[in-house]
């Protein structure tokens, strides 16, 4: 990658594979039409990825393969074989980070990881902001008071969100993520450990980190419960009074001509503005996106599954209830064009 201009005060990675490209072009176009023109570095989880960005070569994404990550920490590729594809996924997200601030070197800039599955309604500009001089920005899941003590084995803070600050507070933490991940990543949550998510809750231990409290920051399905979802007179989302700046929109699947949520999950009503507002237009954004990407993919889009074996058809047999009950109730929607 070439190097970025001085003046780069901020920059996005994530990373996915090609079931979840069309996921991630969404965020991309998110942040574009709310004015963020930052880079966005892609790590590719597979070669139809990197191959679909090398070939489009959309202007400040850059894309980059799992080869590349692994020659950056060596010790990463070690790790392969002893780890599941998630817990490996996981095991990538500080490293990635790092390996983003290393390539841009601007000191005193930020590097901030994003989750495929976000996307903006609002100037993601507003949320640096709130970073202000800190050296890391994270943000709790807030979770409704009658789940919170079933779902905190999944962490206080959400990794959906993270920002790193190119400092010597910023980078002390990263390290600190990062060898933490490396020596356990198991995705079945543990002795206060879940994933690479769990390591947020020591974050605030060290200097420079930043809670950022705004509730229209990473709304998801298990927090909209405890705000109030509201619709402005100027057509606007807010969430207790501010506006909704972006919506973490986790656990959203195709079934057939349906996009289920994970609302019911989280025993958290699809109200009217979350079902018109907020959800129907990221699903027909994303559904844009399947159509537009299917065009140029050679093999169709497929979200690969998690989970092998016994376990595996366990999982996929729960989902299934879960998409049929989604659907009975009025917690899925199909696209409007």
């Avoid at 920490?73 to 002893?82: A, G, I, V, Y």
């Avoid at 095991?91 to 989750?115: K, N, Q």
């Amino acid at each position: 990658m070439s190097s970025p201009p001085v003046a780069m005060r901020h920059v996005y990675c994530t990373y996915f594979d090609s079931g979840y490209l069309a996921r991630g072009l969404a965020l991309i176009e998110s942040l574009r039409a709310h004015g963020d023109f930052s880079d966005v570095v892609v790590l590719a989880l597979d070669e139809e990825v990197k191959a679909f960005f090398d070939a489009e070569g959309i202007p400040g994404v850059r894309a980059i393969d799992v080869g590349e990550l692994e020659r950056s920490t060596p010790r990463l590729l070690d790790l392969k074989s002893s780890r599941s594809r998630m817990e490996y996924y996981f095991t990538c997200t500080p490293l990635l980070i790092r390996h983003t601030m290393d390539v841009y070197a601007t000191p005193g800039s930020v590097t901030i990881y994003v989750d495929a599955d976000l996307f903006f309604f609002d100037s993601p500009a507003s949320v640096v902001e709130a970073l202000g001089e800190g050296s890391v920005g994270i943000i709790e899941h807030r979770y409704p008071q009658r789940v919170a003590k079933k779902l905190s084995k999944y962490g206080r803070f959400n990794v959906g969100w993270v920002a790193f600050r190119d400092s010597s507070e910023g980078r002390a933490v990263l390290n600190w993520y990062a060898d933490r991940t490396m020596e356990w990543c198991s995705d079945i949550p543990e002795d206060g450990k879940y994933a690479d998510q769990g390591y947020l809750d020591s974050f605030p231990d060290f200097p420079g980190v930043v809670i950022l409290h705004q509730p229209g920051f990473n709304l998801a399905p298990w927090n909209t419960a405890r705000h109030k979802v509201t619709l402005a007179i100027s057509g606007d989302v807010q969430v207790d009074a501010v506006p909704l700046v972006f919506f973490h929109f986790h656990g959203v699947r195709k079934v057939r001509s349906w996009f289920t949520t994970s609302q019911l999950i989280y025993g958290s009503s699809l109200t009217k503005v979350l079902k018109a507002n907020v959800y129907q237009i990221y699903v027909n954004a994303l559904a844009r996106m399947e159509r537009d990407v299917a065009k140029k993919m050679t093999a169709p889009l497929l979200v690969k599954k998690r989970g092998a074996g016994i376990v595996g058809i366990v999982s996929r047999g729960r989902k299934a209830v879960f998409d049929r009950a989604t659907i009975m109730t009025g917690n899925a929607l199909k696209e409007r064009r």
